[in-house]
T-cell receptor, first 119, second 111 residues
Framework: QVQLVQSGTEVKKPGASVKVSCKAS????????IHWIRQAPGQGLEWMGW????????NYAQKFHGWVTMTRDTSITTAYMDLSRLTSDDTAVYYC????????????WGQGTQITVSS | DVVMTQSPLSLPVTLGQPASISCRSS???????????LHWLQQRPGQSPRRLIY???KRDSGVPDRFSGSGSGTDFTLKISRVEAEDVGVYYC????????FGQGTRLEIK
């Protein structure tokens, strides 16, 4: 079955960077885009961008241009989201989600990774 | 950017009663291929979101048939025919026609 398994909780200091991984299994990794979405405490869902595992192409939400980097390693079917210059506003749960190109919707989600930014 | 507006934002419902959530977009969600990429997600407390409905009205496998989606253009609705305890959570509409945008979420609770 399709699974997206994310890396664990991180606590970072302001100004640091964080890299979250999303290990995919149960399907052809290069056949589906991986998106990243975050959810601040008590808030809604915020789309951050996507990576195309087939060719490494990316598309980021305007807000995140210049401080998010999404990559993938096809040899280990894993996608990554790297966020730099962290502030307390980046404290959130970060999700990876697979998008089915025929529906352009999130059909499978990772379990989420809690990132806390605190001095 | 497309703005997605849900209402109500809070929805107290008695068990066994129907519930309805509205989602409006700031522009038409009909894509050039004729499809409408409007979907509904459910997020139960402490869980990741889960897709319930895709392309307006197609229910995912395993989703009870008490959930239904409808609408067109800019106006969409998620209906639950008879609310059960397991339906508690936050419901989001999300559009994929013009990039990706989420609605603010509607919190369903049992009265």
């Amino acid at each position: 079955q399709v699974q997206l398994v994310q890396s664990g909780t991180e606590v970072k200091k302001p100004g640091a960077s964080v890299k979250v991984s999303c290990k995919a299994s149960g399907y052809s990794f290069t056949g589906y885009y991986i998106h990243w979405i975050r959810q601040a405490p008590g808030q809604g869902l915020e789309w951050m961008g996507w990576v195309n595992p087939n060719n490494g192409g990316t598309n980021y939400a305007q807000k995140f241009h210049g401080w998010v980097t999404m990559t993938r390693d096809t040899s280990i079917t894993t996608a990554y989201m790297d966020l730099s210059r962290l502030t307390s506003d980046d404290t959130a749960v970060y999700y990876c989600a697979r998008v089915d190109s025929s529906t352009w919707s999130f059909d499978h989600w990772g379990q989420g990774t809690q990132i806390t930014v605190s001095s | 950017d497309v703005v997605m507006t849900q209402s109500p934002l809070s929805l107290p419902v008695t068990l066994g009663q129907p519930a309805s959530i509205s989602c409006r977009s700031s522009q038409s969600l009909v894509f050039s291929d004729g499809d409408t990429y409007l979907h509904w997600l459910q997020q139960r407390p402490g869980q990741s979101p889960r897709r319930l409905i895709y392309k307006v009205s197609k229910r995912d496998s395993g989703v009870p048939d008490r959930f239904s989606g409808s609408g067109s253009g800019t106006d969409f609705t998620l209906k639950i025919s008879r609310v059960e305890a397991e339906d508690v959570g936050v419901y989001y509409c999300v559009q994929g026609t013009h990039g990706i945008t989420f609605g603010q979420g509607t919190r369903l609770e049992i009265k």
